[in-house]
């Protein structure tokens, strides 16, 4: 891969296109499904010779029905350019699948406990994967938290729970597709708040109509409630998607904070990430 540098010499491999970064990845199958294979596409930072690292495991937004591993994958990237191995998962929606939201979940857990029953081929540190995710992507993310919508042909002796969630405007149970939750209350970050969960911090803009700021508020709360770490990044003004794709001027800021936060929660050991 090549090694993208700024004039200060950070790296910038986030910055080439979607389609090239996909092409750099590793490609690697973790499930059959009746549609098709889903895949990971993974990012290794350059010069590591051994040891595990922590990994980023992002899943893209398109309301459960649009997507491809494509759409995120320069977070993954601008991890990896910080020395954490960066994933961006596919996952089956219904425009490419004919599937709905539960297949999006099952897909989620699935990735996860791939990672982790593969973490020593992989070079991953199976006590430091992170889920994350846009909108829908985040929402799936956080439902690798959550009990059920095991696929059936998963390991469940393998636990699918992340070390920490990142979750860029997610859905979250409140405002988008509430026929989806009602159905299905279950599947609601919402509902299923616990003392217990994963460190998490959460973006979102204060006008998004998708995803609207004052459910992030009130997850944000509940988690917060029950002693939960969790924080909040606002993005004044923003709406949907208000820290994506890179081009965003929020991408940088979101990230790094990101990043932060994981150094200083445990997940990502060493010096702090954002800076190097």
Request: aromatic content about 8%; glycine content about 10%.
């Amino acid at each position: 891969m090549d090694m993208a540098t700024d004039e200060n010499g950070a790296m910038t491999t986030y910055l080439e296109p979607d389609e090239r970064l996909l092409a750099m990845a590793e490609k690697i199958r973790y499930k059959e499904t009746p549609q098709e294979d889903m895949c990971l596409y993974l990012l290794r930072p350059e010069g590591v010779k051994a040891g595990a690292l922590p990994a980023v495991v992002y899943f893209t937004g398109g309301g459960w029905e649009n997507g491809s591993p494509a759409g995120m994958i320069a977070n993954a990237a601008w991890f990896r350019d910080h020395g954490v191995i960066g994933i961006s998962a596919d996952y089956r929606v219904k425009s490419r699948h004919g599937t709905t939201p539960i297949e999006c979940i099952e897909d989620a857990r699935s990735a996860i406990r791939y990672v982790r029953a593969n973490a020593g081929a992989l070079g991953v540190d199976p006590a430091r994967i992170v889920a994350c995710g846009g909108s829908a992507g985040g929402h799936i993310a956080a439902a690798t938290v959550l009990d059920g919508h095991d696929d059936i042909g998963d390991d469940l002796a393998v636990s699918p729970r992340p070390a920490a969630l990142l979750l860029h405007n997610p859905v979250l149970g409140a405002g988008f597709r509430m026929d989806f939750f009602n159905a299905h209350p279950e599947c609601s970050p919402l509902n299923g708040v616990r003392k217990g969960w994963p460190p998490t911090i959460v973006s979102n803009g204060t006008e998004d109509n998708v995803t609207p700021y004052a459910v992030a508020e009130r997850f944000v709360g509940a988690m917060k409630a029950v002693g939960n770490v969790c924080e909040l990044i606002t993005i004044p003004g923003a709406g949907h998607s208000c820290d994506w794709p890179v081009s965003n001027p929020h991408f940088l800021p979101t990230m790094t904070r990101m990043a932060e936060f994981l150094w200083e929660q445990g997940v990502v050991p060493g010096s702090n990430p954002s800076e190097k």
